[in-house]
């Protein structure tokens, strides 16, 4: 059968094969797209494929969006997230915030345009980065259901109006229609919109654990969320205060490109070289021009609009051997390890539990970057596989078989798909979890937590739930791991060394009598008490003396920093 | 310290959070992007992050576009590949094509603009889609080398053009310069690009093993490719029929959406919904017509351009319930069941190997696609981990210890990276191997390809590196991967099963004396010899009808099509 078929392949492809086509032809079919065009037919580069998690992306897309807006606006954000079933595999979602709206003139290209916003060309930490998120939301939208979405956006001082807004995706535009004003008061941004083709389930990907893990990483935010049954899941904030807010960064001058130099300097408002790199980079001071002018070929009184690229290649690469101080902290708002330390005792309740905050670094194209990571070991900590039931002599025994899991973050928004092409995830499996007494990491009960900051995360593809492998954010996520491993890893040994101990004690003390018996017989010594006294002495003291054996061999995984972590069931 | 830190933190965010941003200063920073600057920013999601992988991507874009060009023009293909060092992580590319050339009127903007081209709005099987890749490493020559691309371009009718050409990336349009027509008559592409900050290395993500993996699925190209070191490896065809040049489909009404359904009425030149039907869709004729029109409720007479939102999610509904005939198959084009044994055969020379090509499918939005997988187990199948060497009793014994490996790609071009994230490696994963005698498929000498091809490859990122999970898709892969191993199966529990028998022989034949000698002594038989041949014929026949036995119980895993496969080394 197989070889009919492929000769008769053969025999048609010599008769197309004969005809060749000529160029012109070829392109009269010759066309230019719209980026919503492309989105629209690559809608699971938005993560807006399959029928949950398109349901998952569209809650995060919106929410994230309300965070960011909140946050820096200098807002504690208060957000409901509302879900009704329509139809079959047919939905209604509203997201309303308590941010600061946008502005009349701005809202229907901020939210119907794609690539259109206020983050892409600024390096702030934001949870959304591309302009293309919630935009992408109303494409799919009107794609599913034909309809526009609802929009009311109240500002401090402006009207509060209300819209409904869809996309001409050849032109990549916004259609407005029914906006008018309302008698209302009210500030921040309601979205309304309808889906078909997605599905409400609960379970490891759904909506629900989105938000109980975006609850985790933002302790000052006040969730509510109504599910299709009419069932509301409230989280209020624990902490009363804002995050200090993230504000936009000037690229450190190590990570700058030539190309990135030469676009900045073009911009440039200075007249030299040197006052522009000093005003337009983080951290540049006059002791770095003046090793800078030592090393370039050119005088850094030049101005820089004139600059060739071989000089802006002379610069970088005097740039690179060049000592400057690391990054601002400031712009950068980690989590806090004591805030994550509360959130996976009050979510996980592990047995031991070890987190970090890292010190921020920078990597390629001057990003500053910052890792977050935690372990969680025993107790609840891993995912519940399922719990066995074992009947022994008439005694039912119940075990709990768990299995390792990765809660991943970026810039504290969760990313729940895509793990087998994340960094995080890879980061986290090339650790060799053995060295830190966890033997086989898969089906062991640990929760690892990493969260990644930055003022631009490298994400996989515009679907934003895979971080892409960069080397410098791998290492940092490594040496994060690592530390926080080898707290759990002494925990570990020294539980199992306990529990030696007492294995140890009760065989002693199960034939300690016989010895005594024995010694009584062989020596005469009349005292039994004082008898076993003494072996008991001596039998601690020899386990006293292996214990610090044991120790010395294993210092290679014991840190000074130990004092910090803390064991939660002691 | 943890502590101290944290308290600072909680400090300086009550100091900042105190002040509120209004809308309309949030807002001063709202921009538009051209596409070219998103990519610009996020070449990760291009493909174009890492030394290695940004090579190895270029080539892939290089390559491919001058595949699909000769294809489509019906010319068999010959490309010449250069790569030479000019630098520390500075090298130039050059990729010259015999194919068709482009326009001299479309050049500029086919490749110096993102999102232009003849592939994306057409259903056609075509290694590149998007109408991003080419333009994109121009992009990215540029942003690495300050430098313009040189491209020489010649029809079969036109003047041989000259020209260099980068990209502004503001308004995503191409410049021009140095434009000139050259003296010598050339028909193809030339395209000459220069590129820091990339590494060529040898090994498993390297420009040589993907151009191995390219020279595999293309039997009728022929490609040279001469390396840094001035080394020259040419794959040369061996197949001098090209196969059948790929055209463009119209949809499958099956697959196609409300929105999709109301875009094509809205530019149709029929007059009437029936019409509009069967001209724009495939598969449609009277029947179907007939059949749709019993179930939706409007005339089907009806102007296809007044299709409202409503009519056409009755049209699509009733398209659902219709019966059609499947897509055609002449606008898929596999390599073939024989061409892919030939290819696995010289390169992986496996002990045994099954290839399976299936019947085309369809996924959602009416794109036609089909699977071709195959499994080459033992011999030099999977990847060579190492080389053990074992010395026992003087003799020194060597052993390679082999892990599996597994092949994908996507319309005959190679997917290297970004394997985790890929819908063909989680199948192949998913599939439970051990029923088919592979106990630890990680550690098993399996090579498992897959080809993916279709008039629309569902990427899970610009970068084209893997493919998204789509529910249609994976099944398919599935139903094939099961396909072959089935037969994989088969044969190695046959191989066991021999050894077995085998193993069974030589303990009779070591113990067979000592019977003998035993029987000699208690009947008084003195022919040996016979006693040795009626015993032997004894185990014989119970080996035969212990291995009837064993042939019933694995029914379950043999199938009829058995036959067609083979055993090589026989």
């Known amino acids: 059968m197989s070889e009919e078929k492929t000769t008769k392949i053969i025999k048609d492809e010599n ?120 935009s992408g939301i109303i494409l799919l939208s009107q794609m599913t259901t034909g309809k526009p979405t609802k929009v009311i956006s109240g500002t401090s001082k402006g009207k509060t109006i209300s819209l409904e807004i869809s996309i001409d995706s050849k032109t990549n535009s916004p259609k407005v229609v029914n906006k008018h004003y309302l008698e209302n008061k009210y500030r921040g941004l309601a979205i309304k919109c309808k889906f078909k083709e997605i599905i409400y389930k609960k379970g490891q990907n759904s909506v629900d654990e989105y938000l109980r893990r975006t609850a985790i990483a933002n302790p000052h935010l006040t969730l509510s969320f109504e599910d299709p049954n009419g069932e509301i899941t409230k989280y209020t904030r624990t902490i009363n205060k804002l995050p200090r807010i993230p504000k936009a960064v000037k690229p450190h001058p190590r990570g700058v490109s030539v190309d990135e130099l030469l676009s900045y300097a073009r911009h440039a408002s200075a007249r030299k070289v040197n006052s522009f790199l000093s005003t337009n980079f983080d951290r540049v001071g006059q002791t770095s021009i003046d090793n800078i002018q030592k090393l370039v070929h050119f005088d850094l009184n030049k101005d820089p609009r004139a600059l060739s690229w071989e000089e802006a290649e002379d610069l970088v690469k005097a740039i690179k051997e060049t000592k400057f101080i690391a990054p601002s902290t400031d712009n950068l708002v980690p989590i806090g390890e004591e805030q994550i330390k509360k959130s996976l005792k009050s979510i996980v309740s592990p047995e031991f539990l070890s987190v970090v905050t890292r010190k921020p670094g920078v990597y390629q194209g001057g990003y500053a970057f910052q890792v977050e990571a935690g372990v969680a070991y025993g ?149 039994k008490d004082l008898l076993l006294k003494n072996l008991n002495n001596m039998v601690l003291e020899k386990l006293k003396m292996e214990e610090e054996g044991i120790t010395s061999k294993e210092d290679d995984i014991i840190e000074d920093d130990i004092i910090e972590d803390e064991e939660i069931n002691e």
């Open 379 to 527: 107790g609840g900590a891993g995912r519940l596989v399922s719990v066995e039931k074992t009947v022994e002599k008439g005694v039912t025994k119940t075990e709990e078989v768990r299995s390792s899991e990765i809660i991943r973050y970026a810039n504290k928004a969760p990313l729940l798909f895509d793990a087998g092409g994340c960094a995080i995830t890879k980061t986290v499996e090339s650790v060799d979890w053995k060295r830190y007494g966890v033997n086989n990491f898969d089906t062991s009960p640990v929760t690892v937590f990493v969260n990644l900051i930055s003022v631009h995360i490298p994400y996989t593809s515009a679907g934003k739930s895979a971080v892409s492998d960069d080397n410098d954010i791998v290492n940092e996520i490594k040496l994060a791991l690592m530390d926080v491993a080898r707290r759990v890893g002494t925990y570990i040994i020294e539980k199992k060394r306990e529990a030696e101990k007492k294995e140890k004690k009760k065989v002693f003390a199960k034939y300690a009598p016989y010895v005594v018996d024995a010694l009584v017989h062989t020596t005469g010594e009349k005292n």
């Open 15 to 134: 008769k197309d094969a004969t005809t060749q086509i000529d160029a012109a032809e070829l392109f009269t079919e010759f066309k230019e797209h719209s980026v919503a065009d492309f989105f629209k037919k690559n809608k699971q580069m938005l993560g807006l494929s399959g029928k949950q998690r398109s349901l998952t992306t569209i809650i995060h897309e919106l929410v994230t969006n309300s965070l960011d807006a909140c946050e820096e606006a200098g807002i504690l954000p208060e957000i409901e997230v509302k879900l009704a079933e329509l139809g079959t595999e047919y939905y209604e979602i509203s997201v309303k915030d308590n941010g600061p709206g946008i502005p009349e003139d701005k809202v229907a290209s901020a939210l119907g345009k794609l690539l259109a916003g206020t983050k892409f060309h600024r390096l702030v930490q934001t949870r959304g980065q591309q302009g293309i998120g919630v």
